[in-house]
């Protein structure tokens, strides 16, 4: 029953998605190409790109995802009101 309940909340899912994403960058070494929000470059575009995308997906899992997963959460626990049919 709870799974159902989860599977109703796309914000639990859309959180742990953007985890999920930044720690394939993290895994990848993106946090070597972070350097780019200093203003000091490691490489050229693709490194850039990477370090940008790193810096996007880290701030989405710090600030995002747990606002995401707290209000999906508060969806799938709390009862929904009865419907009222309208004639």
Request: a positive charge; proline letters at 7%; glycine letters at 10%.
């Amino acid at each position: 029953m709870m799974l159902t309940r989860m599977s109703r909340a796309p914000r639990v899912l859309m959180a742990l998605v953007w985890v999920a994403v930044f720690l394939l960058l993290h895994l990848a070494g993106g946090r070597q190409y972070v350097g780019v929000l200093s203003g000091t470059r490691v490489g050229g575009a693709p490194e850039l790109v990477f370090g940008l995308l790193y810096a996007l997906t880290w701030f989405g899992a710090v600030l995002l995802a747990p606002i995401l997963l707290l209000a999906g959460l508060a969806d799938a626990a709390l009862p929904r009101p009865p419907s009222a049919k309208r004639r």
